[in-house]
C-alpha cells in the first residue's frame, strides 16, 4: 500500500488538499476523525481542548504512534490512501515501517492567512475569537495548540517531509498543485 502524508500547521491547508484527493478517488482518512471518534465514545465535546486531552491520553497509554495505527487498521486494502494530520515523526515513522511506500507532505501556509482561513472555517475544534471584542484571542488559542502540537513532535515530522506544498497563492492555485502533486504519484 502506498500512502501519501500530509502534516502542517493548523489552516495550512490539509483539509483543502484532502478534499482534493477525495475528487480525485483517493480514499481519505482523517488522523483527526480517530481523536473525534475517541471523545464522542467517551462523552466529550469536541472542542480544542477536549480533543487536545484525548490526544495526550491517547499517545501517553498507547504509544506516539498510538493515532498512526488506528488509521492504518482503517485503511483497508486500498491501493493509495491519503491520510490527514499526521502529527509527529512517530506517526511518519509507523507509516514507513508499515507501509510498502510512505511519502510526507508537508503543507505550508503564512501564519496571518492560516488565522484567516481558521476564523471563516468553522470546525468546532478550531481555535476561535469568541466574540469580535476578543478578536485578539485568536492569535493566541492557535499558538496554544501549534504548542501542544509541536510538543507531539509535528515540526520534526515537517522537517522530514518529503516535498513542501506551500499553499501562499490563491485557492484554485493551491488546488492545481494538490492535483499535479497526486497525479504524479498516481504514476509512480
Known sequence: ????????????????????????????????DIIRREAAARGLDPSDENLGRVGNMLRASEGPDAVARRT?????KEKMVIVDGLR??????????NCGEFHLINIAAPANS???WLESR??????????ASSA????????????????????????????VLRNDGDLE????????????FQRE
Open 114 to 116: 492560516r488565522i484567516r
Open 72 to 76: 492504518l487498521e482503517r485503511a483497508g
Open 88 to 97: 509527529s515523526k512517530a506517526e511518519a515513522d509507523f507509516f514507513s515501517a
Open 173 to 184: 492555485e493551491f488546488r492545481n498543485a494538490v492535483r499535479m502533486m497526486l497525479k504524479g
Open 1 to 32: 500500500m502506498k500512502i501519501i502524508g500530509f502534516v502542517g500547521l493548523p489552516g495550512s491547508g490539509k483539509s483543502v488538499a484532502s478534499d482534493v484527493a477525495r475528487e480525485m478517488g483517493f480514499p481519505v482518512l482523517v488522523m483527526g
Open 136 to 163: 485578539g484571542q485568536m492569535p493566541a488559542a492557535l499558538e496554544k495548540r501549534e504548542g501542544r502540537e509541536m510538543g507531539w513532535g509535528m515540526s520534526e515530522a515537517m522537517k522530514e517531509a518529503d516535498l
Open 122 to 131: 468553522g470546525r468546532p475544534d478550531d481555535p476561535r475569537a469568541p466574540s
